[in-house]
């Protein structure tokens, strides 16, 4: 269990966003995630966020990744840079964008899986853990559906509770980051994960991980970069056209 909340790291937030022209419309989205750091400070944590932008049925992700100058040893320069990964909703392949011209930087046709893997951004794997009935479940003060799961030690090597959120206000989106199978329930998408840790010893590490939270949430962002956003979904649709 342990590995698959590490696996979990980096992940999170969804939003929607503004009106394009000729009634087409352009949502935004930010994945974003916080979990503790593996070690008895649960005080540090580890984030990490990406976007994701809705046009019809085009779907755009734009990763983040490190770029560094080195010189004789020497670091001159240390960034992130963005790669733009374009494709049509449930599409196998899609085409990557860099706007920056580096040794990493390499564009074309790629496979929406291996982008995914690459960039260790693949959607959560919650089908086979929450498929059957919650442990409990309530409707909160915002109206949003809340399951309950307990996972007991006799399952793992520690105590885990899911607390899945499900809300009315994601609808419409043509893709779900968190899982397809369950994205959907009566009309409501699952839009946070949280997850409690109970805390246990762990051989591996030779010490014992305190009661600590993971979170990964979707939530609105404003799209402030209308015009980069819509010149890459262009840029795709003239690939496709072409292929």
């Not at 930087?105 to 959560?124: C, H, L, Q, W």
């Amino acid at each position: 269990m342990i590995k698959l909340i590490l696996c979990l790291a980096g992940i999170l937030l969804i939003s929607s966003g503004c009106t394009h022209s000729e009634n087409h419309t352009l949502r935004a989205v930010q994945i974003a995630g916080t979990m503790p750091a593996i070690t008895v400070d649960t005080n540090y944590t580890m984030s990490n966020s990406y976007n994701i932008f809705y046009y019809d049925d085009l779907i755009m992700y734009k990763f983040e990744y490190g770029f560094d100058s080195i010189v004789n040893g020497k670091v001159l320069l240390h960034e992130s840079r963005p790669n733009f990964f374009v494709f049509y909703k449930d599409s196998v392949f899609g085409y990557s964008y860099y706007p920056y011209q580096d040794s990493k930087a390499i564009e074309g046709r790629t496979s929406v899986d291996t982008m995914f893997s690459k960039n260790a951004y693949s959607p959560f794997k919650f089908d086979s853990l929450f498929r059957y009935k919650p442990d409990s479940s309530y409707f909160d003060s915002q109206k949003d559906l809340v399951k309950i799961y307990n996972y007991p030690k006799s399952d793992t090597a520690e105590n885990f509770t899911y607390y899945l959120y499900f809300s009315k206000k994601f609808n419409g989106l043509t893709d779900c980051f968190f899982s397809r199978s369950i994205a959907d329930e009566d009309g409501m998408k699952l839009f946070r994960v949280r997850i409690v840790a109970h805390g246990h010893y762990y051989d591996e590490y030779k010490f014992t991980l305190p009661p600590r939270e993971l979170l990964y949430e979707m939530a609105e962002i404003p799209i402030k970069d209308t015009a980069e956003i819509m010149m890459y979904f262009e840029r795709y649709k003239k690939n496709v056209l072409k292929s």
